[in-house]
């Protein structure tokens, strides 16, 4: 990775800023409260890591705060004020499978700047620091698809900042991906933060958490059941569905066991 030069500082740099906040957010499907009376603070510049179970409701609070879901109560504010189209275009998010163009790797990161209105000289700057960052340059002129899964997923977040977004939204970057692999997207994600894009990202991995979180947000059953300092949550969770989940134990609280079997 290239030196990191960090952005200048802000005159608020010291303290913690709220970039995007929630605040008694509900969102419901098919007559289902499945995300409920969630409030959560994100802090401007910080690695903010949402971890729990399958189903707890991760991705779609991860949707909600990108704007792609409507929420059915409570309130989204970005930088203290309703989310809008000109915070969405601040925002940038990678799924957790990547949806690329059938286009060379540069062709996919051009058409994203394109979209933009980012064109010529510059277009092409932000084409080759992206291709080096994400270390791609070699696959610049590849078909996107024919990639690995890694190489893809660097691709679709070399794509996600080369729009120079506030905020990284990413939804489980590197399941599926083996440690090496892993690790690269790591550096990117850090690299990037490191330059000034916070980051809140979805993750399975305890030990990732521990690698990456400044902020952990435990999600259960669509509730926010505990939030902090990693350290803090991590090394001394308080609630018992904090505890299982980090220590592997199968922690259920819903769902009835089958008859007869004594459970
Ligand atoms: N459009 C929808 N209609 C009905 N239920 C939905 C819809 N989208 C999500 N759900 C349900 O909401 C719950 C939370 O889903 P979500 O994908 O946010 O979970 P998650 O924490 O990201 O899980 P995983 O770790 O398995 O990806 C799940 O029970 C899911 O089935």
Redesign the pocket.
């Known amino acids: 990775m290239p030196e990191v030069v960090p952005f200048p500082p802000t005159q608020h740099a010291k303290q913690p800023q709220t970039l995007i906040e929630t605040r008694s957010l509900s969102y419901g499907?098919?007559g289902?409260t499945?995300?409920r009376d969630v409030s959560i603070k994100v802090q401007h510049g910080k690695r903010t890591v949402?971890i729990?179970?399958?189903?707890?409701?991760?991705?779609?609070?991860?949707?909600l705060l990108h704007g792609l879901?409507p929420p059915q109560a409570g309130e989204i504010l970005w930088r203290g004020k309703p989310l809008d189209r000109a915070a969405r275009d601040a925002q940038a998010m990678v799924f957790?499978k990547p949806v690329l163009l059938r286009r060379s790797v540069a062709a996919n990161l051009r058409f994203a700047l394109s979209v933009r209105g980012v064109s010529g000289r510059e277009c092409r700057r932000r084409v080759d620091e992206a291709l080096e960052l994400a270390r791609l340059g070699h696959l610049a002129h590849r078909p996107a698809r024919v990639l690995s899964g890694g190489e893809q997923q660097r691709l679709s977040i070399a794509r996600a900042l080369t729009l120079n977004p506030d905020l990284l939204l990413l939804?489980?970057p590197t399941a599926s991906l083996d440690p090496a692999a892993t690790l690269m997207i790591e550096e990117q994600i850090n690299y990037a933060n490191a330059r000034g894009v916070s980051i809140v990202m979805?993750t399975?991995d305890a030990g990732q958490a521990r690698r990456m979180a400044d902020q952990i947000a435990f999600?259960h059953n669509?509730q926010l059941v505990e939030t902090g300092p990693a350290d803090a949550v991590l090394n001394n969770p308080a609630s018992p569905a904090a505890k299982a989940w980090l220590s592997g134990r199968l922690y259920t609280d819903t769902i009835t066991p089958p008859p007869g079997t004594g459970l």
């Not at 179970?53 to 991705?59: E, L, M």
Request: net charge neutral; hydrophobic share 45%; aromatic share 0%.
């Open positions: 499907a098919t289902q499945l995300i949402l729990g179970a399958n189903g707890a409701g991760k991705s779609l609070l991860l949707r879901l957790q939804d489980e979805v399975h999600l669509g």
